[in-house]
């Protein structure tokens, strides 16, 4: 079955260091976005691409990095320099082109915390 | 600018009985309108969504929701719940470019037996 697969699940960090956390999709989507979800504020926008080598800031884009070398993958970097790095991080893709209200679909989630 | 405001942070219903979750937005042109569910520890999933056509729309397990261009809502019902419903409830809202959607900070259910 076609879908989204993030991993690990659960992410520990320690202060002063970078992680990385994994999101893979085979739905042959070309855009791939990067939320961050905390408790009462909804989803927060990190960073998305439309295309492979291209990407742009979301909300909230400060102490993350990402990369798209492949169409099926979108890493996110948590850096050091992000803070409060402890939330729930989603993963999504979504079809460009075809109807115009094509929705987006979601992995399962990271949850990160500091150590 | 786009935003969803999501009114009720907590509901609480009796299993069986129906039910109504807000949903206003603030978008300048025809939005494209979804809902999402959300259960603890999971990613999202796509309820219904709107663009254009009919303004009540159907969606899986029994829900629908109702575009009103004037109120600018799109409100989520189901005539009867199930214990199964209880879960997180997402609107957003996404630009006609498609780029980006905006969320809502959720509606939390709690069902009752």
């Known amino acids: 079955d076609g879908g989204i697969t993030q991993s690990p699940k659960y992410l520990f960090r320690k202060e002063g260091q970078n992680v990385t956390l994994s999101c893979e999709q085979n739905?042959?989507?070309?855009?791939m976005y990067w939320y961050r979800q905390d408790p009462g504020q909804g989803l927060r926008l990190i960073y998305y691409?439309?295309?492979?080598?291209?990407?742009q800031k979301g909300d909230i884009a400060e102490g993350y990095s990402v990369s798209r070398e492949k169409k099926e993958s979108f890493p996110l970097t948590v850096t050091s320099a992000q803070k409060n790095p402890t939330a729930f991080y989603l993963c999504a893709s979504r079809r460009q082109g075809g109807e115009a209200n094509q929705p987006q679909h979601f992995g399962d989630g990271t949850r990160l915390s500091i150590l | 600018a786009q935003s969803v405001t999501q009114p009720d942070i907590h509901i609480t219903v009796s299993e069986g009985a129906s039910l109504e979750l807000r949903c206003n937005y603030s978008y300048g042109a025809t939005p494209y309108l979804f809902w999402y569910v959300q259960s603890p520890g999971q990613g999202l999933q796509l309820l219904l969504k709107y663009f254009s056509g009919d303004t009540l729309v159907q969606g899986i397990k029994g829900f629908e929701a109702e575009f009103k261009r004037s109120q600018s809502s799109f409100n989520l019902r189901k005539p009867s719940v199930h214990w199964s419903d209880a879960a997180e409830y997402f609107c957003?809202?996404?630009?006609?470019?498609?780029?980006?959607?905006?969320f809502g900070t959720g509606t939390s259910l709690t069902v009752i037996p």
């Open positions: 957003a809202v996404g630009q006609n470019t498609g780029n980006q959607f905006y």
């Open positions: 739905l042959n989507h070309d855009a």
């Open positions: 691409s439309q295309i492979v080598n291209d990407f």
